[in-house]
């Protein structure tokens, strides 16, 4: 059974550019969770998909946005780069219960210059 | 809201030592999980330990949801025990995963 997929696995961007990172689920996982960690803030939970749908949301800017597709990939947009985005971004599956397992891809390595 | 708290944030074992990470949350919670991340970046999903105590290879967990704390104990520990090992736990309002600062653990060769 395949993991988590996250690409790309690095990404240099500059200050106002955009990026969309993706992740594809362990198959027949329904629910996909986004989480940002840096050195100064530690894990923090971006959002939640469920089915195609936000089911939760972390207290982030609107600049950080994603969406789920019907295969349940899911992808992470940042629009108007900041230098404190840079971090590691980090993508969960599970099936979607409050019980269930996460289970995390590599994560993509973003820095912003 | 919920804080929760990992002690020590630091430690440095030799190998084959024992050692026990603990997990304190202000509150009662629900599905407290354990996760270990390498040096890579990778997390893996230790344990999900709501209540009791589980046990997989040399690794165990303990939660007493009661008083508000949760034990994990690695024995004969490797160099590939190294890394941060996180506890988290789901918040019931909104499912949105709450994470410990993380213990980092070396352990030397």
């Known amino acids: 059974k395949a993991g988590v997929t996250q690409t790309p696995r690095y990404l240099i961007k500059t200050r106002g550019q955009q990026v969309t990172l993706s992740c594809s689920p362990i198959?027949?996982?329904?629910?996909v969770s986004w989480y940002q960690q840096t050195p100064g803030q530690g894990l923090q939970f971006l959002f939640e998909?469920?089915?195609?749908?936000?089911?939760n949301k972390g207290n982030f800017p609107g600049r950080f946005s994603g969406r789920q597709f019907s295969n349940s990939r899911s992808e992470m947009n940042v629009s108007t780069l900041e230098l404190g985005d840079s971090a590691l971004y980090l993508c969960?599956?599970?099936?979607?219960?409050?019980?269930?397992?996460?289970?995390f891809g590599s994560g993509t390595q973003l820095s912003v210059l | 809201g919920i804080q929760v708290e990992q002690s020590p944030p630091d430690l440095i074992l030799q190998e084959g030592a024992n050692s026990t990470l603990r997990c304190n949350f202000s509150?009662?919670?629900?599905?407290l999980q354990w996760f270990h991340q390498n040096p890579w970046g990778q997390l893996i999903n230790l344990f999900y330990?709501?209540?009791?105590?589980k046990q997989n290879g040399r690794l165990s967990a303990t939660t007493v949801a009661t008083e508000r704390y949760s034990l994990l104990y690695i024995s004969s520990s490797q160099t590939t025990d190294s890394g941060v090992y996180f506890c988290?736990?789901?918040?019931?309002?909104?499912?949105?995963?709450?994470w410990g600062a993380g213990t980092k653990l070396i352990i030397k060769p």
């Open positions: 988290a736990f789901r918040s019931d309002s909104n499912y949105q995963l709450i």
């Open positions: 969960a599956s599970s099936r979607g219960g409050p019980g269930e397992k996460l289970f």
């Open positions: 509150d009662s919670v629900n599905n």
């Open positions: 998909y469920f089915s195609e749908t936000q089911r």
């Open positions: 198959s027949g996982h329904r629910s």
């Open positions: 330990i709501p209540s009791g105590t």
